[in-house]
């Protein structure tokens, strides 16, 4: 329940246009209900008429058909507008939603995010939620509005057949549905499984085809999969068949309500306490009343899923992160880590001990070391994505922990190693940032990363469409696209995580070489994660760091004398 109110809560934008389309719904279903009941009343005094030869109006029932017929259509028209735009309106407002919670998240549960194919999952989770609107709550809200009101419409003539009119609707919305589910639920969810089971052994057997035919197991590997065919076959049949009992149950219960409708009505005639000529407009009334609840099975089925899907959302927004509330504003300045310790959550181990080290404003900074020594760990403080302890991590002598999120990640600029190249095209990517970059901007900057070359060869230039992930350009030229995005943004502070990764050696030394030139302009400061001795010498202070610790740090030609990890790096190269 408390997950259907935070949903409603989410929607609260889109109030009006979800409520104006459950009114459109709701009239168009009225309209149609009463325009059966009106012709079943007009058929039958015209009828009786030409029998007695008694002279009626027929223009005003001619005409109130005529008018429902018309809201009839035009309803059910407006209606489909209304509430599908209401649906896609609520589905970009989810969407926004959750991904503005998840951004924070991300670097808490970077490893959990990655591992667990969350963001698939989670898309397919909103997805499921655009049902919660459409086929649960304007269903849901129309047949509780519409019953009570047919019931009391058929009341009015007898109060007898409005209440067995309402325990069939009740039976059909709810109680079928329900039954329905009981008896299959084991089968559907087998069903999943044995699905699952097929298209995975399809999609093995497809891919091991050669090993397969060598391993001469192909003829056991068929009857395999036939045999898991088979037993899908078989649960198919079977929910089939619920399917069907359902099926026959409504048909039933629908035609046995018209002829229990005769059945009360016909006495009531007789008694003289209902005039002749509403009775085949009630049992005409019978038969549609049944749209009124229509929607409700596939609202029974989808409901379970949907709030399942909803839970799990609300499950990763939850999950606790650190929030920063600080406000002061960046200025450029010394970096100073003082002393500092950092572990993650739920780690006793520290990753990072005793870190003292001073970057100054246009500083060429590299951190060295092997996998795992807290390298990654020391950019992200930076970045601010963690709280420090107090004091130990200060910019311009500020407190990282006071400073303004947004301003700091302006200051300081990340090329991660895991940047996501968009599915765009590469002036989007470029404009994304900076969005008012212009075209002469955008040459510059790719001529300073190397990019020209390529884009000169592309038909349509910077509006070459890159694909999935970045899927139209290789490895070496998705690194230069996101050093270009960097060099974009134009923060104080340049951090870059093996920004030559993927590249030869004279095309990184080429890059180097215009980001050095580039930097010697604006004098931004320069924090370089990197493994390449070509930048190296090149480089006003290197730090060495091994498991969190800093161990040594200095100038290239020193350190080649004092560090016997830089000699072998260097060496080994
Ligand atoms: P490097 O970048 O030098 O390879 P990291 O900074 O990624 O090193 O890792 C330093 C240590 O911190 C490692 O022991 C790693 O397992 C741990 N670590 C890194 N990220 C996380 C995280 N999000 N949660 C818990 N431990 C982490």
């Known amino acids: 329940m408390n997950n259907v109110i935070r949903l409603l809560k989410l929607m609260k934008p889109q109030l009006g246009m979800m409520a104006l389309g459950a009114l459109l719904s709701l009239v168009a279903l009225l309209a149609n209900i009463s325009l059966l009941a009106v012709s079943g009343w007009f058929l039958t005094i015209m009828a009786m008429a030409g029998l007695t030869g008694a002279s009626i109006n027929y223009f005003t029932p001619g005409a109130v058909v005529r008018f429902l017929a018309i809201v009839r259509t035009a309803g059910r028209y407006a209606e489909r507008l209304v509430t599908h735009e209401a649906t896609f309106r609520i589905l970009a407002q989810l969407r926004y939603y959750f991904y503005q919670q998840l951004m924070p998240l991300m670097p808490y549960y970077q490893v959990q995010f990655q591992s667990a194919d969350l963001l698939t999952r989670m898309q397919q989770d909103i997805d499921n939620i655009d049902n919660f609107y459409l086929r649960i709550l304007l269903p849901a809200t129309v047949a509780g509005v519409s019953v009570p009101l047919v019931c009391a419409a058929v009341a009015y003539f007898s109060t007898t057949l409005a209440m067995v009119l309402a325990l069939v609707l009740v039976a059909l919305g709810v109680g079928l549905p329900y039954l329905t589910y ?210 130990k991590l200060t910019v311009a002598g500020k407190d990282l922990n006071v400073l303004d999120r947004e301003q700091l990640r302006q200051h300081m600029t990340l090329m991660s190693q895991t940047g996501h190249i968009f599915n765009a095209t590469i002036a989007d990517n470029l404009r994304l940032a900076k969005p008012d970059v212009t075209l002469e901007q955008m040459r510059q900057v790719c001529e300073q990363v190397g990019l020209t070359d390529f884009i000169d060869t592309l038909e349509h230039g910077v509006d070459t469409w890159l694909g999935e992930t970045g899927s139209g350009i290789s490895g070496g030229q998705r690194q230069r696209l996101q050093l270009a995005q960097v060099l974009l943004r134009n923060g104080q502070v340049l951090i870059l995580d093996e920004p030559s990764k993927g590249l030869d050696n004279l095309s990184e030394r080429q890059l180097m070489a215009n980001l050095f030139g580039h930097l010697a302009s604006t004098q931004q400061t320069l924090i370089m994660v990197t493994h390449k001795p070509a930048m190296l010498a090149a480089m006003d202070k290197i730090v060495v760091m091994e498991q969190g610790e800093v161990v040594a740090m200095g100038e290239h030609l020193s350190l080649l004398q004092t560090c016997p990890y830089y000699r072998d790096l260097i060496d080994y190269f």
């Open 182 to 391: 009981r008896l299959s639920a084991a089968q559907a969810k087998q069903k999943l499984q044995v699905n699952n089971q097929l298209q995975l052994g399809l999609v093995d057997g497809i891919f091991a085809l050669r090993e397969l035919i060598m391993y001469q197991v192909a003829t056991r590997y068929h009857a395999h999969l036939l045999d898991v065919s088979q037993r899908l076959l078989a649960i198919e049949l079977q929910l089939q068949r619920y399917r069907s009992l359902a099926n026959s149950a409504h048909f039933l219960l629908v035609n046995g309500l018209v002829i229990i409708s005769f059945v009360i009505l016909i006495p009531l005639v007789e008694q003289g306490q209902l005039a002749s000529e509403y009775i085949a407009s009630l049992a005409l009334l019978m038969l549609v009343s049944v749209e009124t609840v229509m929607a409700l099975p596939l609202a029974c089925q989808l409901l379970p899923n949907t709030l399942a899907s909803a839970a799990r959302l609300f499950d990763i927004v939850d999950m606790p992160h650190p929030k920063f509330t600080g406000n002061e504003k960046v200025t450029r300045g010394d970096i100073v880590f003082n002393q500092l310790d950092f572990s993650y959550p739920e780690q006793s181990a520290l990753a990072l001990k005793g870190i003292t080290l001073t970057i100054k404003p246009g500083q060429k900074v590299a951190i060295i070391g092997p996998s795992g020594a807290g390298k990654s760990t020391l950019i992200n403080l930076l970045m601010g994505f963690w709280p420090t302890p107090a004091g």
